[in-house]
C-alpha cells in the first residue's frame, strides 16, 4: 500500500499552465506505476495520464496529448502533471492513482487513491 497526496492545484486562465505533484510514500512506492485521473462537477472520473514505475512509459487520453505531460521523481517519490495550454473544460478535481500494472492505473481499478487537488481554468 502506498498513501498519496496531490498539490500543486489552483485557479488560471484559460492558456496557463500548471504543475500538479503527487507525493507517495511506503517503501515500495517508486515500484508502483501512477497516473492522474480527473472528475469534473457532474460527470464521470475520467483517465488522464499514466507512468510505469521507471518512467520509460507514458499514456495519455487524447484530450491532453501534446498539452500534458507526466513524469516522476523516484527519488523523492513523487509523480507530476505538467499542464499546459490549460482550457476550461480541463476543470476539475485531480486526483492521484497508483497501482503495481500499469494497466490497473489506467483501468482506474487501483486501489491506491489521493484526496484530489481543483485546478480551475477561467475563460
Known amino acids: 500500500q502506498v498513501q498519496l497526496v496531490e498539490s500543486g492545484g489552483g485557479l488560471v486562465q484559460a492558456g496557463g499552465s500548471l504543475r500538479l505533484s503527487c507525493a507517495a510514500s511506503?517503501?515500495?512506492?517508486?515500484?508502483?506505476?501512477m497516473g492522474w485521473f480527473r472528475q469534473a462537477p457532474g460527470k464521470e472520473r475520467e483517465f488522464v495520464a499514466a507512468?510505469?514505475?521507471?518512467?520509460?512509459?507514458?499514456s495519455y487520453t487524447d484530450s491532453v496529448k501534446g498539452r500534458f505531460t507526466i513524469s516522476r521523481d523516484n527519488p523523492k517519490k513523487t509523480m507530476y502533471l505538467q499542464m499546459d495550454s490549460l482550457q476550461p473544460e480541463d476543470t476539475a478535481v485531480y486526483l492521484c492513482?497508483?497501482?503495481?500494472?500499469?494497466?490497473?492505473?489506467?483501468?482506474?481499478?487501483?486501489?491506491?487513491w489521493g484526496r484530489g487537488t481543483q485546478v480551475t481554468v477561467s475563460s
Open positions: 492513482v497508483a497501482a503495481l500494472q500499469i494497466q490497473r492505473v489506467k483501468a482506474g481499478t487501483a486501489s491506491n
Open positions: 507512468i510505469n514505475w521507471n518512467g520509460g512509459t507514458t
Open positions: 511506503g517503501p515500495t512506492a517508486s515500484t508502483y506505476a
